[in-house]
């Protein structure tokens, strides 16, 4: 387990990953009945993006840093409007993780599950989310956790699965994950981020999960354009498996990334391409 969210933070990946996290919120936030989030693999929290990992990378300067001209206006409006009021609440040197993000837009009766591996990116968590109430942090395997909680009392939710693809056998491991876990609780929303790695490669993991009988199903990619392998250590380009899309959830994501994708792309290869599509 060597991965650090820390030197990824705020990168185009989680600019996306988050935006979508939150229009998944907004809409089960619709309903006045309770709805429980479960973050497998959430991380510390939150990120200081003025930190040596951070400055190493500089991947923030590529995703959020773009997003600092872009006001709650006609141009951001709904889920990107609230998702940058609950990032720009931690000032520009720090940056919320998923299980932050979904704290700040729980209602009293809503609930936040967030598991964590590594024991000290879990005891920062803990600290992250001690001022909610209805929010908890586990130290635990996200795998191993997830079918003991499904499916929820609330019967409504989201489950975030976002590994760190690591291991050889991570897209194996996730894709069982979520197909197991959507045995348990069909009903619920899933999100599964991966790596863009090789268009083959995606093009495989996101065949496995759909062949296997689970629909309906959105996939959401975006490529900044640098090519595998040409920076060290950097990802070009990467994707959000969305099981159980809510209603208007991809045209709301065809909005969001008509305003993104020109920010998050790079100088010298343009604007990043973003793609919304059922599979
Ligand atoms: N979801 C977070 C966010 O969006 O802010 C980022 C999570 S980061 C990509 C992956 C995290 O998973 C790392 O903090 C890593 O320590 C943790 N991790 C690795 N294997 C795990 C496992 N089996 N169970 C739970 N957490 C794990």
Redesign the pocket.
């Known amino acids: 387990?060597n991965?650090?969210?820390a030197f990824?933070?705020g990168n185009f990946a989680?600019v996306i990953?988050?935006v979508a996290?939150v229009a998944v919120l907004l809409h089960l936030r619709r309903k006045e009945k309770p709805f429980c989030v479960i973050?497998?693999?959430?991380?510390?929290?939150l990120?200081d993006l003025g930190g040596a990992e951070a400055a190493r990378t500089g991947e923030a300067k590529q995703g959020i840093a773009q997003l600092c001209g872009i006001t709650a206006d006609a141009h951001a409006q709904g889920a990107l409007a609230i998702y940058l009021d609950c990032v720009n609440r931690d000032g520009v040197d720090r940056y919320?993780?998923?299980?932050?993000?979904a704290a700040r837009l729980l209602r009293p009766q809503d609930r936040l599950v967030a598991?964590?591996?590594?024991p000290q990116?879990?005891a920062a968590l803990r600290a992250a989310l001690a001022e909610f109430r209805n929010a908890r942090a586990v130290e635990?395997?996200?795998?191993?956790?997830l079918p003991g909680l499904l499916p929820p009392p609330e019967r409504r939710g989201v489950v975030?699965i976002?590994?760190?693809?690591?291991e050889e056998d991570e897209f194996t491991?996730a894709a069982d994950a979520v197909l197991r876990a959507h045995r348990r609780f069909a009903t619920g929303i899933y999100l599964l981020?991966y790596p863009v790695k090789s268009r083959t490669g995606a093009d495989a993991f996101c065949g496995e999960v759909s062949t296997r009988g689970v629909a309906p199903l959105l996939r959401i990619e975006i490529d900044t354009g640098l090519a595998p392998g040409a920076e060290k250590q950097r990802l070009g380009a990467a994707g959000l498996l969305v099981l159980n899309p809510p209603f208007q959830f991809d045209s709301e994501m065809q909005r969001v990334a008509a305003i993104l994708a020109p920010r998050l792309g790079r100088d010298e290869t343009g604007p990043a391409a973003m793609t919304v599509r059922r599979t």
Do not use: V
């Open positions: 387990m991965y650090r969210h990824h933070a989680d990953k988050h996290l973050d497998t693999h959430a991380g510390a929290g990120y919320p993780g998923s299980p932050l993000i598991i964590e591996k590594h990116a879990a635990g395997d996200g795998y191993e956790r975030l976002d590994p760190p693809f690591e491991r981020w």
